[in-house]
């Protein structure tokens, strides 16, 4: 690395990977009701 | 609006929309975060950080935007009674949580390179972390009484009375001395990003909007298809008593 450029990728990473784990977290939880989805009986 | 009242109607409705929601939420997330990587320059000031803009600030705008939902619903369920309107501003509330967990987590993660620090107690980081705050004594609040009605009016309750946090929210860059920039984005002072960057910070909104309504969509109908269950068995309870 030289000098006076800061390397940033640790926290691009960091932000980058929270946010994509997340949104696979949340949609992998919430496809358990997918087979509700049109149910004229819900 | 009206229309869509209608449980059975909003179930087939969203049953025919939700694949086409769910493909261009993909789309859009994947357009956005190559373009975000690989495709937006870095900033002349921030370099290679300015980057964690384009996840921070799509999930800023959700944060606040669905709790402007829940509200909007809570004040519909309040008037009107109608129990979709309480399922709904319920089901996106976990969500929300989530969101707002994210934009603070990744502002933190910005703050750190850029201001030296992770935290501050200034007006636009603890008006976030109270909006978080508020979305978890909503969900608790919901979920504290015997009686769902009951849950679900003190919810909406409280879901008006924090809604006075949205303005301060968005206001508090104006209101106070804050370590965090005031907006880029304002529809009455114009637009003071480039094009280059605005671009791909529109596609993950977007994107990030169109994901929300996905899995909201399934929330709603995992919450109503709950709902009809624990009425059936209430109903076969009373028949047998009777």
């Known amino acids: 690395m030289e000098a006076g450029i800061v390397n940033y990728s640790f926290y691009i ?3 980058y990977g929270l946010v994509t784990v997340t949104l696979i977290a949340l949609f992998v939880f919430y496809s358990r009701y997918r087979g509700d989805l049109g149910n004229d009986e819900a | 609006m009206h229309y869509f009242a209608n449980p059975t109607r909003f179930s087939k409705f969203s049953k025919a929309v939700w694949p086409y929601i769910t493909a261009l939420a993909f ?15 870095p900033d002349y000031q921030q370099g290679e950080a300015v980057r964690i803009m384009y996840v921070h600030v799509p999930s800023a705008w959700l944060a606040m935007g669905i709790y402007s939902l829940i509200g909007a619903l809570s004040a519909l369920y309040l008037i009107y009674r109608h129990p979709l309107a309480a399922i709904a501003a319920e089901s996106a509330a976990p969500i929300g949580a989530c969101f707002t967990a994210l934009t603070l987590i990744t502002g933190m993660i910005w703050g750190k390179p850029m201001w030296g620090t992770a935290w501050v107690w200034d007006a636009r980081l603890t008006s976030v972390l109270i909006l978080l705050f508020l979305y978890l004594g909503y969900i608790a609040l919901l979920n504290s009484f015997n009686q769902e ?3 679900s009016r003190a919810a909406a309750i409280l879901a008006l009375i924090g809604f006075i946090n949205i303005p301060v929210i968005k206001f508090s860059v104006e209101w106070w001395n804050t370590l965090h920039q005031p907006a880029s984005i304002n529809p009455f002072k114009g637009i003071h990003i480039d094009p280059a960057m605005f671009g791909p910070l529109l596609m993950m909104g977007a994107g990030f909007l169109f994901y929300f309504i996905s899995i909201w969509l399934l929330a709603i109908a995992g919450k109503m298809a709950a709902r009809k269950k624990m009425r059936l068995r209430q109903q076969q309870l009373w028949k047998l008593e009777s």
């Open chain 2, 27 to 41: 789309i859009l997330l994947g357009a956005g975060f190559y373009s975000a990587l690989m495709v937006a320059p």
């Open chain 1, 13 to 15: 990473n960091a932000a």
């Open chain 2, 149 to 151: 009605e009951r849950g």
